[in-house]
């Protein structure tokens, strides 16, 4: 059983339902002693530009007291720890890290969903078949890993590629070589197998393997329902079997 979630997101994100409430009892309900949530970051756009998939910059005090009060309330219950799920946008991230230093914050994880960034760059969920997108976003994300501001790598498999296995696997072998030297854990996300998303990818993770990667499990949860552990997770069992993964 695994003890600990750290991808947990709320209705600031403006794609998640539930409360936070709801997510902690979800969470004690299925065995976790640690539920941390990591919504998606606000970012501080010098350009005025409003995102549609992630809380506002004037939200980010509301979350954090909302979740410091909730730990205080359940504290002989579980442990519940406050972080966020980032995105590395080189214009503003130093400015959205003095940000974070000012408040309450355990802990950030990467999530690199656009490449470069989300007002002119590309969606790496998007099918694609050109190999400079894979490049482009596997050097976003070693940019990012380089601040050393990261707890764990996200959904490394989010690149969308359609084309040839070999020539997508020879590709990310950079991105595996990099994590496992930095000993940066790479995570299985509950959500895309819960949903029959394109990852998590089983090439990936048994080259990941191959390469001396570490694992971490994250729900990477929408709904309060998909806070649970990963043998609740339909195929989850034979994934982990099929590619070897062990998590830490």
């Not at 910059?57 to 205080?72: F, I, N, P, Q, S």
Request: glycine share 8%.
């Amino acid at each position: 059983m695994i003890q600990a979630n750290y991808h947990t997101h709320t209705p600031r994100c403006k794609h998640a339902e539930g409360s936070e409430r709801e997510y902690i009892e979800a969470a004690i309900a299925n065995g976790f002693k640690t539920l941390g949530f990591s919504d998606h970051t606000p970012q501080p756009f010098d350009d005025g530009f409003v995102s549609g998939i992630r809380m506002d910059m004037e939200e980010l005090d509301g979350y954090v007291d909302t979740l410091k009060a909730l730990r205080e309330e359940y504290a002989d219950r579980i442990d519940i720890r406050i972080g966020l799920e980032v995105e590395y946008y080189p214009s503003c991230f130093d400015k959205l890290m003095k940000e974070v230093r000012k408040r309450d914050i355990d802990y950030l994880i990467l999530g690199q969903h656009f490449v470069p960034e989300e007002q002119e760059g590309f969606y790496a969920g998007s099918k694609t078949d050109r190999t400079y997108d894979i490049d482009a976003y596997i050097d976003a994300v070693i940019e990012a890993l380089e601040t050393k501001e990261f707890m764990y790598l996200a959904h490394p498999d989010l690149i969308h590629y359609i084309g040839d296995n070999e020539i997508y696997l020879s590709h990310m072998k950079r991105l595996c070589e990099y994590t496992s030297d930095k000993e940066v854990p790479l995570e299985i996300n509950g959500l895309g197998m819960l949903t029959g998303r394109w990852y998590p990818r089983e090439d990936f993770f048994k080259l990941a393997v191959c390469e001396g990667c570490s694992f971490i499990f994250g729900c990477d949860a929408h709904k309060p329902t998909q806070v649970i552990q990963p043998e609740g997770i339909r195929g989850m069992d034979g994934f982990l079997e099929e590619t070897g993964v062990i998590f830490s």
